[in-house]
T-cell receptor, first 115, second 111 residues
């Protein structure tokens, strides 16, 4: 009965490289949410996906960031040409249906450091 | 949009005392509220939730109070223990829309 699995736990990238963050939702959950957390701040919503569909990407920067949740496999948050300001903890949450009332379960996050 | 704030960034309490963490929100249409606990290096962990048709809900050692008139909610932790030391976030949702998180309050329990 694994929870939400995120990997890697820690990721170091040089400026200009690409970062790929993976999230496997809980079994039976088909809704995935990505959040970003800067040090000493709350979590900021980035994107909401269902299988093969982006439902809401209003919190995701228009450039360099993309997300997918394919029919098979984990959800991927991709950051191209990373900059120092991308350094943060990225959390994924999953739920069995639409909306927080159905319960979000968070993963342990990926801590991205851009050097 | 939604603005969610917390009154205090840090809170220190003696072990065994009660803790109260406060949160203010801005959207009067918000109808679902959650408190999360985040320990160092971990993701947010659900503590307790409350819907807008209630003003109080109790769990094990925790109580959430909601005042819709002034758009304020609080988390009360009874008999605070060292294991309660963490950052606590309130999160607010409107309908099926996404959660907005507050900045967080760091609770430190002094043995």
């Amino acid at each position: 009965n694994a929870g939400v699995m995120q990997n890697p736990r820690h990721l170091v990238r040089r400026r200009g490289q690409e970062a790929r963050l993976r999230c496997s939702p809980m079994k039976g959950h088909s809704h995935v949410y990505w959040y970003r957390q800067l040090p000493e701040e709350g979590l900021k919503f980035m994107v909401y996906l269902q299988k093969e569909n982006i439902i809401d990407e209003s919190g995701m920067p228009k450039e360099r960031f993309s997300a997918e949740f394919p029919k098979e496999g984990p959800s991927i948050l991709r950051i191209q040409q990373v900059v120092r300001g991308d350094s943060a903890a990225y959390f994924c949450a999953s739920s069995p249906s639409t909306g927080p009332v159905y319960g979000y379960t968070f993963g342990s996050g990926t801590r991205l450091t851009v050097v | 949009g939604e603005s969610v704030g917390l009154h205090l960034p840090t809170l220190s309490v003696q072990e065994g005392d009660n803790s109260i963490i406060n949160c203010a929100y801005s959207n009067s249409a918000s109808d679902y509220f959650i408190w999360y606990k985040q320990e160092s290096g971990k993701g947010p962990q659900f503590i307790i939730d409350i819907r807008s048709n209630m003003d109080k809900r109790q769990g094990q050692r925790v109580t959430v109070l909601l005042n819709k008139t002034v758009k304020h909610l609080s988390l009360q932790i009874a008999a605070t223990q060292p294991g309660d030391s963490a950052v606590y976030f309130c999160a607010v949702a409107t309908g099926a829309n996404n959660l907005f998180f507050g900045t967080g309050t760091r609770l430190t329990v002094i043995p």
